[in-house]
């Protein structure tokens, strides 16, 4: 008798996604739509664009007060970003 090495679908799909190279667009298509969530319904409304690019994510903001007010918490806004997501995706946020 013999034993076969099972996995967990989740495990598979991790696998198969990162030798396709799909995890970190993944990563960052979850890690932009957490953003309303973790940043809350007051800052979304005002958000009018989130996009990614090296490992930074940039938010366009309508409202110039609140800008200097996030540009203040951008370290706790990264740490609860990448805590949404699960992984390291992105080391900085830029707001304009």
Known sequence: MFRRQTETLHDVL???LHKQGL???I???RLVEAWPTVAGP???RYTTE???YNQTLFVRLSNPALRADLSMQRQVLVQRL???V???VII???FS
């Open 14 to 16: 991790l696998k198969v």
């Open 23 to 25: 995890e970190t667009p």
């Open 27 to 29: 990563l960052q298509k």
């Open 42 to 44: 007051v800052i979304a």
């Open 50 to 52: 989130t996009y990614i």
């Open 82 to 84: 990448n805590d949404a």
């Open 86 to 88: 699960g992984e390291r």
């Open 92 to 94: 900085d946020i830029r």
